[in-house]
């Protein structure tokens, strides 16, 4: 993937009972702007919130991970 392929999508996610409430956001390719990098589910997102970036997009946009 080359630099400038990717933009951020964030993803809020809530966990069950007793859990805290978690805001990422995932890298998604031009190509597949509906699926994370790591995978998840990222269709009607929005993005660019200032969240914490998910580290498994950044692995994978890195090179680290396929």
């Given amino acids: 993937m080359a630099a400038g392929d990717v933009s951020a999508q964030p993803r809020q996610r809530h966990g ?3 859990s805290t409430f978690e ?3 995932h890298l998604v390719s031009d190509s597949d702007p509906d699926t994370a990098l790591c ?3 990222q269709t009607g997102v929005g993005w ?3 969240w914490p970036v998910c580290q498994a997009c950044v692995a994978v ?3 680290r991970m396929s």
Avoid: A, K, R
Wanted: proline share 7%; no cysteine; net charge negative.
């Fill in 16 to 18: 069950g009972p007793g």
């Fill in 23 to 25: 805001q990422i956001e």
């Fill in 39 to 41: 995978g998840v589910d």
């Fill in 48 to 50: 660019n919130l200032g």
């Fill in 61 to 63: 946009s890195e090179g």
